[in-house]
């Protein structure tokens, strides 16, 4: 049986836009819970796949 975790938010991918977005929600909502997931190993998005 898995564990069940509930958030406020989910962030899908972890590029520019991603980072951002879990930047700002940890500024300006700290209350609210929020998980960053990526599919790659690595962060960073086209930045990353692409350098």
Not at 15 to 44: M, N, P
């Amino acid at each position: 049986m898995s564990n069940i975790e509930f958030l406020d938010v989910v962030v899908v991918g972890a590029g520019l836009s991603g980072i951002a977005a879990g930047h700002y929600l940890q500024a300006l909502c700290a209350s609210r819970s929020y998980a960053i997931v990526e599919s790659r190993d690595a962060i960073g998005g086209t930045w990353d796949l692409f350098r």
